[in-house]
């Protein structure tokens, strides 16, 4: 997908084979309404083709304030499931798609916010980020994936807190809980230089990762070891993996370290 054709509240940017994509209606703290939400899943469902990873970042001072609440229509419980779910199939296209994502956060996490930057594959944050599901306060319940997606990077237990209480959970906090991965002061750039190292990773290496690591995570042992060999084979047996070995036993390629 090009520039062109998504809708204003995004803005790409193409640095060589890394995508910037910025959420950008910074005045209203990049609130998802549903064109956006849609245009994520047009952007993630079909990246340029010569696109190896994509930086999520935003506009403005925040990441998300979450759902945009002048869309909070008066829908009857088919409608608002149907809602969920177009929610669901947007951020499963990010999550489970053809490049890995790294998100940066700052300011505003919050509620859909919060449900965004789970789908994504690596999350850096700004000091500024902070965290919150507010949605316990206002009688509603999360609908983008965060009681999927969040538990498994916080656990349950600290979910509940956020919703029952409507506790906030500042940069330093989150990142202790494992909402973030990095926690540094130019999160762009940071993400930027990860999205470079992960490009230059092998292509059936990535699909590994995004596709069968999740998939063995939630699989019984058994299943998991089993999956796990044969992506094992495939990965080592591809002519590109041959060549990086022998590169590496030739002293060609850099040694692991920082």
Not at 197 to 225: C, D, H, M, W
Request: aromatic share 6%; proline share 4%; glycine share 10%.
């Amino acid at each position: 997908m090009t520039a062109a054709f998504l809708p204003h509240s995004l803005r790409l940017e193409l640095r060589d084979d890394i995508a910037v994509l910025r959420l950008s209606r910074p005045e209203k703290r990049n609130a998802l309404d549903d064109a956006t939400v849609l245009g994520l899943e047009a952007f993630f469902g079909a990246p340029p083709r010569e696109v190896k990873a994509v930086v999520l970042a935003a506009d403005g001072d925040h990441f998300s304030a979450g759902l945009d609440l002048a869309e909070l229509t008066d829908r009857d419980a088919f409608e608002g499931l149907e809602h969920s779910m177009m929610w669901h199939r947007a951020f499963e296209r990010l999550e489970r798609g053809r490049v890995p994502v790294v998100a940066v956060l700052k300011g505003a996490v919050v509620g859909g916010g919060l449900e965004l930057a789970a789908a994504a594959h690596i999350r850096v944050a700004e000091p500024s980020a902070f965290y919150a599901l507010p949605e316990g306060q206002r009688g509603l319940f999360v609908g983008g994936g965060a009681s999927v997606r969040v538990p498994r990077l916080i656990g349950a237990h600290r979910m509940a807190d956020m919703m029952l209480t409507g506790r906030v959970l500042d940069a330093a906090e989150g990142h202790a809980a494992g909402l973030s991965h990095y926690l540094v002061d130019d999160g762009l750039e940071h993400a930027v230089d990860l999205a470079r190292k992960i490009a230059g990773n092998s292509p059936i290496t990535n699909f590994a990762v995004l596709q069968a690591l999740p998939r063995i995570a939630e699989a019984n042992p058994a299943e998991g070891y089993l999956m796990e060999a044969l992506m094992a084979a495939v990965a080592s047996g591809s002519a590109e993996a041959k060549e990086r070995m022998q590169a590496f036993l030739d002293k060609r390629a850099g040694k692991v370290g920082r």
